[in-house]
């Protein structure tokens, strides 16, 4: 356990340390602040039915889609530059598990994601001063939010332990990320449904929709849990595959 922190305070101190955070939670704070006020000065109605689907529900689906740009931005160091500084012999050297150097990285990671997230926490706060009541809805969208995190870090990790390069295990994430969520809109454009649905369910939009309605899904469960495992497993095949 003690690397195990070890590790972590140093990613933690990677991160907090250098401006990229705050300026990153500035821009993510000032699209959701501007977009949960257009969406309530849009609203019709003001009643617990439209708040959840013409608010509560775009708003916390756009922070997926942030977290999709800003969390490739955050990981993008974290094996590249341990491989181009050699400092990644460190850990070779002391016999340091890559499990616990992966979900060290991994839950620094979630920590720096839930600094851009929680202030987001306020607007259902402000939609509450107007009625809301429906708090069931908000914590489950909230974890699909977290969830979706997770899965994202764990495929931006695999993305920067394939390269030294910082901007290339960036565009690799990106490509990776975007190329799954758009296997959602497969099942409109394949003329075969049945493959559509199957393609469709691969990706992150067709999962996070059952929680931002309020519906925790067993196999929605399943497929975060095993997408994170699945990445974790060829993080470390690669990582071993480059100690040689």
């Known amino acids: 356990m003690r690397v195990f922190f070890s590790v972590m ?13 705050y300026v990153l939670a500035a821009i993510f704070s000032l699209i959701m602040g501007w977009l949960f006020y257009s969406l ?14 013409s608010v509560l529900r775009p708003v916390v689906g756009n922070i997926n889609i942030l977290m999709m740009l800003f969390i490739p931005l955050l990981t993008m160091r974290c094996f590249s530059i341990e491989f181009k500084n050699k400092t990644i012999d460190l850990y070779i050297m002391n016999n340091t598990s890559w499990t616990t150097v992966y979900f060290a990285k991994l839950l620094a990671i979630f920590i720096s994601t839930l600094f851009l997230i929680l202030p987001t926490l306020i607007f259902p706060v402000v939609l509450t001063l107007s009625g809301y009541s429906d708090w069931g809805v908000v914590l489950v969208s909230y974890l699909g939010v977290i969830l979706s995190q997770l899965l994202y870090i764990s495929i931006s990790l695999f993305a920067s332990a394939l390269t030294t390069n910082v901007i290339v295990a960036a565009v690799i994430s990106f490509s990776i990320l975007f190329g799954v969520a758009m296997l959602a809109f497969s099942a409109s454009v394949s003329g ?26 067993s196999y929605d469960l399943l497929y975060y849990f095993s997408g994170i495992l699945i990445f974790y497993y060829m993080t470390v095949r690669a990582l071993d595959a480059r100690k040689w």
Request: glycine share 6%; aromatic share 14%; no cysteine.
């Open 192 to 217: 075969n449904y049945i493959v559509g649905q199957m393609v469709s369910y691969l990706s992150f939009i067709y999962h996070y929709k059952g929680f931002s309605m309020g519906m925790v899904r």
């Open 9 to 21: 305070n140093k990613e933690l101190k990677d991160i907090f340390l250098t401006p990229m955070i």
């Open 40 to 53: 309530v000065m849009n609203s019709q109605s003001m009643t617990e039915l439209t708040m959840t689907n």
